[in-house]
């Protein structure tokens, strides 16, 4: 068990893991905190270095994708008991966000999915270059900020709505940047966008669908650039994501939402790889955490590299 003690309710959970051991004739949990400093790598690399049969996370997408970094290519199955703020990972794939004792039976006894990852290479104004990866999205623009300036805190006591006043302020300012890309093979391109997501999952924090055709285990990334011109651009970007949600909602098909106009404002592409120059540093956003700034992103697929034990038996 990896557990974030900030997020998750710890007697509670050792109550219900410790019934499932004894139902299940499974051997006493082996427990790991993750602090401050680290969100949950040495905490995962303790574990693995214990041969466990499976780890559960205890926390949100931030935790969740600190143990994926460790637990990716291994072999041994993940699950996740959701306990973060956006849980866009959990919600992904279907797991329940309010039932503990839902999320551990399907850790204990519940089949695996095998799930992409993702993995970005980020290139610092001083040359220096960190390799880190992440299950959701990879972000560049306006969804870095909230990252950035959003507290950890603050994100605990108001949830979803502690993204209003960044988002308010970064659509006023509607400042756009420059980029050079190229996704896979092909030419390198240039556009001026406001935000840069690369998603492996599409659902955004509020459960706002916002990359139709992101699929968890299709071997590909999707990109979605916002280059909304003033304050209509950003309007019509605001209809075309209410519509996603409602489609949703009613359970349209993904194939029918990708199929809907194109819109100047909102781009997007998909591919195996998606490289990206900035003309100036940006702050880089994995999983809703922040990875301070960049001049450069690689941004890659690990195909099902990541085991999820999160269906049904």
């Known amino acids: 068990m990896v557990l974030n003690p900030v997020s998750a309710s710890t ?147 108001l949830g979803w709505f502690a993204y209003v006043s960044p988002i308010a302020r970064s659509v006023i300012a509607n400042r756009l940047f420059h980029l050079d890309y190229r996704v896979d093979q092909g030419p390198l391109r240039s556009t001026r966008a406001h935000t840069v997501i690369v998603g492996n999952c599409g659902t955004l924090t509020g459960n706002m669908l916002l990359i139709p055709g992101a699929v968890i285990d299709d071997g590909q990334l999707d990109v979605v650039m916002m280059r909304p011109e003033r304050r209509f651009g950003w309007a019509r970007i605001g209809t075309r994501l209410a519509f996603q949600g409602i489609a949703r909602r009613w359970r349209f098909s993904r194939v029918l939402l990708k199929q809907a106009p194109d819109l100047h404002s909102l781009v997007y592409v998909q591919g195996r790889r998606f490289d990206a120059r900035f003309d100036c540093p940006h702050i880089v956003e994995l999983d809703g955490d922040s990875f301070g700034h960049a001049v450069r992103v690689r941004v890659g697929v690990h195909p099902r590299a990541l085991l999820l034990r999160c269906a049904t038996a």
């Open 11 to 157: 007697d509670q959970l050792r109550d219900v893991v410790a019934a499932h051991e004894n139902d299940l004739g499974w051997g006493a949990t082996r427990w790991y905190e993750t602090r401050r400093e680290d969100a949950g790598r040495s905490a995962a690399e303790r574990a693995l270095a214990n041969d466990p049969d499976v780890v559960i996370v205890a926390g949100g997408d931030g935790t969740v994708r600190a143990v994926a970094e460790v637990m990716q290519g291994t072999g041994i199955a993940v699950a996740i008991v959701p306990s973060g703020t956006g849980n866009l990972l959990a919600r992904e794939v279907g797991l329940p966000l309010d039932d503990l004792p839902t999320c551990v039976s399907r850790a204990f006894s519940g089949t695996v999915r095998e799930v992409d990852v993702g993995v970005v290479d980020i290139d610092d104004e001083s040359g220096g270059r960190r390799r880190r990866t992440f299950m959701v999205m990879a972000g560049i623009g306006l969804d870095a900020e909230m990252a950035e300036n959003t507290s950890a805190a603050t994100k605990a006591r």
